[in-house]
């Protein structure tokens, strides 16, 4: 659901320009704060969390809720989506916690197949696959 901003504030706008220049990234609340933290223009956690589900709802920011054990991630998306792409999955490393985009043709056969065969309809933003990434694996060999 799309709507219009409520409120103009001075912390929503620096928020913005912070998430603008973070497309295609997964950050937490709490990395937001950080940010400002280090910049030197802390902002209080509870109006992060409220700017941050204000964009939500909006249709600027994607909202992740990966499992029960991880903090919700977000992603700015402003007018368009993961890339103009239509679907995208994810995949988390089970050993760092990155949370990868998943642009997959493959996946869609999946998908395809789920609600042909099966009547389940997939919902691709919380589709999360779990292994262990590339760098991780690459680490440990």
């Known amino acids: 659901m799309t709507m219009k901003p409520k409120y103009k504030t001075k912390q929503r706008e620096i928020l913005l320009s912070y998430l603008k220049q973070t497309p295609g990234k997964h950050i937490t609340a709490g990395d937001v704060c950080e940010y400002f933290k280090e910049q030197g223009t802390p902002i209080g ?8 589900e204000s964009l939500v709802d909006e249709g600027l920011v994607n909202k992740y809720s990966i499992d029960a054990n991880s903090p919700a991630c977000f992603e700015f998306m402003g007018e368009e989506t993961h890339e103009g792409k239509e679907v995208c999955f994810h995949a988390k490393c089970e050993e760092c916690g990155k949370l990868i985009h998943l642009h997959c043709e493959e996946i869609l056969h999946i998908r395809d197949h789920l609600f042909a065969d099966h009547g389940f309809m997939l919902d691709s933003k919380r589709t999360v696959f779990y292994g262990i990434c590339e760098e991780c694996r690459a680490a440990k060999a």
Do not use: D, N, S
């Open 45 to 52: 956690q509870a109006t992060v969390y409220r700017q941050l």
